[in-house]
């Protein structure tokens, strides 16, 4: 029979917030690489109207895939961020484990990793949000 110890199952409970953050991360993954779709699917319409367009409409489809390009620049940014940030949330429940198991103080790794990922997960936002300014921006522009 099993049995877990009283560390091993308070280290559970310890991993259990980490472990919601992971899923929070890739629900954002996936926002991320729709959006990501779309840009490359719009940069493939827009180059094909391209090839098939006169010198008027030329001008604001190489606008348009400008704007396209910079907007897929800025969701890669975002999705190796979240990336990133993920990898460092399984590193940290692992030294968890890890530091439980071997009876090492891991405590300020733990929290220098969590803090780490949570600045990864801000700037994952951050730049998602520039990239929901710029379509709103190519669409809407001043």
Request: with cysteine.
């Amino acid at each position: 029979m099993l049995t877990i110890h009283a560390d091993t199952s308070h280290v559970i409970q310890l991993a259990v917030g980490p472990a919601f953050m992971l899923a929070a991360i890739g629900g954002t993954l996936t926002v991320l690489t729709n959006r990501l779709a779309r840009i490359n699917d719009r940069t493939i319409k827009r180059r094909d109207d391209l090839e098939r367009s006169g010198d008027e409409a030329s001008l604001v489809l190489h606008q348009e895939l400008k704007a396209l390009n910079r907007r897929a620049k800025v969701t890669n940014a975002a999705i190796t961020v979240a990336a990133m940030c993920a990898i460092l949330v399984c590193v940290l429940i692992g030294s968890l484990f890890l530091g439980n198991e071997l009876g090492i103080p891991f405590d300020r790794m733990v929290a220098s990793l969590f803090v780490l990922a949570m600045l990864g997960l801000i700037a994952t936002y951050t730049l998602m949000l520039v990239e929901i300014y710029l379509a709103q921006h190519s669409i809407n522009p001043p």
